[in-house]
């Protein structure tokens, strides 16, 4: 992580010859270095070298609804990539994915019965009208499509 003002510029400089972030214009303003995150703060440090703390007030887009550093979630973590990281789910499980799938039914009102884990909200739009217009052709309708 740089350190000095000179290394700051560096790293943005880097980053602007390589990265193109979402939702930010290619000529705009340069992004802040994330130095930490602890809670809902993110500590930062702009250009310059100035530091300052901001709140995260989307949530790392909404993927740290808990906020940085949660003990338990972090813990949770540490215990999990001790066994293993990721694996494919094609054809392949594992106990904390039964175990989630398990309290996701426990909590969702009859008839649902089944659990489909994606890795994104396009993903899961996607899969969830494949699956309508899968059922549609199983119940003998396979023009019903819109």
């Known amino acids: ?76 973590l540490r215990k999990q990539i001790d066994q293993f990281s990721h694996v494919m789910f094609g054809g392949l499980t594992h106990e904390p994915a039964v175990r989630l799938a398990e309290q996701l039914v426990r909590l969702a009102p009859e008839p649902l019965a089944h659990v489909f884990f994606a890795d994104s909200g396009s993903v899961s739009v996607e899969v969830a009208l494949k699956l309508a217009v899968q059922y549609q052709a199983s119940a003998g309708r396979p023009s019903r499509q819109r």
Do not use: C
């Open 1 to 76: 992580m740089p350190k000095t003002r000179a290394a700051a510029r560096s790293l943005v400089e880097r980053d602007r010859g390589l990265v193109w972030h979402p939702y930010a214009a290619l000529n705009g303003p340069a992004p802040y270095e994330v130095t930490g995150a602890s809670g809902v703060r993110l500590h930062l440090r702009a250009e310059d070298g100035t530091r300052f703390e901001a709140v995260d007030g989307m949530s790392s887009w909404w993927s740290a609804i808990h906020g940085y550093r949660n003990p338990v979630l972090d813990e949770a």
